[in-house]
């Protein structure tokens, strides 16, 4: 390799082709993953990438490609074998262009989500996409895995924010699909293939994202409910009153509240007393403040009146707005400090979320005394991060081990609902496994040779999302 290091030093300068102090970009967020990259070149623009992905075809070098690496899934992570370079996208972070005429935007790959988010209500435009990793995940990322977020309620998730894309391929060419067009009707749709392939049929380097017109009225509510089949009456109520304004709806349960509580005590409370679920809604319009307040408390009264809710507090400033959010996006953090938990991103039809959890809350609790089902997300688009915290008393290399019996109780009840056992994290590593199990083996084989024709060396991204 030390002729492959020297040529691309010769490309990229020393600064930029690390061989050491590489523990950063060696593992994924969780430290689930471990691997050990040859190197991490970080390419400054996309003719430096394309550059890259030829020399690392010449080498047979395979590529790891990065954004932000705060995925979940390990699909951002190298292998150990020590072969593979990790392509770091971070250095990718211009802002090329703002159509406001055609409200769009169009940013290199490795742009922080939050600064995308700043820029837009800059020019008085929102993009929507929204996640608790915004202040770090980069954008890239963010298509590569097709990110879901708090807001695909009504905005959809990240492929329906995207309008168009630069991939460098893996023979080096440069695909442009730069077109922000709402109608092109001229043949397969190139970009879809690429969003939500993790980095395995080609690496992003810029996208068209859409914009809209940033809402100036705001309502955030955090209610206490009784059950999830109350909360998903509650959804379609609010949704009934409230139409496309209202923009998040998250099911929160008191598992969750109470890891928040133990390790982050500031967290202010919003609610007396406590209830085995909450659900955080919000609601957004381009409006008058008082016009949607007025038309959500009318909501919540019903919602009172006819016992979907038991309490109810609505933010009555920025700062409670975002004191309210932040139970919700510390969760995964206070999962982190609580040790070894099996995590599960799944989707169910909205209507299927009551009887599923009613299911396999059950099941768990059965097969394992004390067990701690962290249930909390996006209920309104039928999305749960269905976590597994281990029992008290148990090790947590003893409880990784139960990963597999884990999975078959939660993932087996997925597909007898129809749902999906990966709804917005991506597959990466952790659910490769999943794939041969749930996925029907036509998918499977068109999957892999749209792989084999676009990789047929499969140099980009071995070893995440499928097999071969």
């Not at 963010?142 to 924010?161: E, H, K, M, P, S």
């Not at 391929?169 to 442009?176: A, C, E, F, S, T």
């Not at 979320?353 to 688009?381: Q, S, T």
């Amino acid at each position: 390799m030390t002729d492959f290091l020297t040529r691309a030093r010769a490309l990229l300068g020393d600064a930029h082709v690390l061989t050491e102090g590489l523990d950063a970009w060696a593992a994924d967020w969780r430290g689930k993953f471990i691997g050990a990259p040859l190197a991490v070149l970080r390419p400054a623009d996309t003719g430096e990438v394309a550059a890259l992905v030829r020399l690392c075809a010449a080498h047979r070098v395979s590529i790891v490609p990065q954004g932000g690496n705060t995925g979940m899934c390990g699909g951002a992570t190298p292998d150990d074998s020590g072969r593979q370079v990790v392509l770091s996208l971070g250095r990718l972070n211009r802002i090329r262009h703002v159509d406001l005429l055609n409200n769009t935007m169009t940013a290199d790959a490795g742009c922080i989500l939050q600064t995308l988010q700043d820029v837009a209500a800059g020019h008085d435009r929102l993009f929507p996409l929204s996640l608790g990793a915004q202040g770090s995940c980069q954008i890239g990322g963010n298509i590569a895995t097709n990110a879901g977020g708090v807001q695909v309620l009504r905005y959809g998730n990240t492929r329906d924010l995207v309008m168009g894309l630069e991939v460098v391929l893996p023979d080096g060419q440069v695909l442009d699909l730069l077109r922000g067009l709402r109608k092109d009707n001229t043949g397969y749709d190139l970009r879809q293939l690429f969003i939500g392939s993790e980095g395995t049929l080609g690496i992003i380097t810029a996208a068209v994202l859409k914009l809209f017109p940033r809402p100036h009225a705001n309502v955030v509510a955090l209610a206490a409910t009784t059950s999830p089949q109350h909360a998903i009456e509650l959804l379609a109520l609010m949704r009934s009153r409230l139409g496309d304004r209202f923009t998040a709806f998250e099911l929160i349960s008191d598992a969750c509240v109470a890891m928040v509580r133990q390790y982050f005590p500031q967290t202010p409370s919003f609610l007396a007393g406590e209830h085995p679920w909450s659900v955080l809604m919000q609601a957004s319009d381009g409006g008058e403040q008082q016009a949607l307040e007025a038309a959500f408390q009318s909501a919540l009264e019903s919602a009172l009146e006819t016992g979907l809710i038991e309490d109810v507090a609505i933010a009555t400033s920025e700062n409670q707005a975002a004191g309210v959010w932040a139970l919700r996006e510390t969760i995964p953090e206070a999962q982190q400090h609580d040790g070894a938990n099996i995590k599960h991103d799944i989707a169910v039809p909205v209507s299927g979320i009551p009887a599923f959890i009613d299911e396999v809350v059950p099941l768990l609790h059965a097969a394992y005394d004390g067990v701690r089902p962290v249930i909390f997300g996006h209920c309104g688009d039928g999305n749960l991060h269905f976590n597994v915290s281990r029992p008290p008393g148990w090790s947590t290399a003893d409880w990784q081990e139960e990963t597999d019996r884990i999975n078959d109780i939660v993932l087996d009840a997925v597909a007898r609902y129809q749902g999906s056992f990966s709804a917005e994290h991506g597959l990466g590593q952790l659910r490769r496994n999943a794939m041969l199990r749930y996925k029907a083996p036509l998918e499977r084989e068109v999957m892999r040779k749209i792989k084999q024709a676009l990789d047929p060396e499969s140099l980009m991204n071995p070893g995440k999302v499928i097999y071969g």
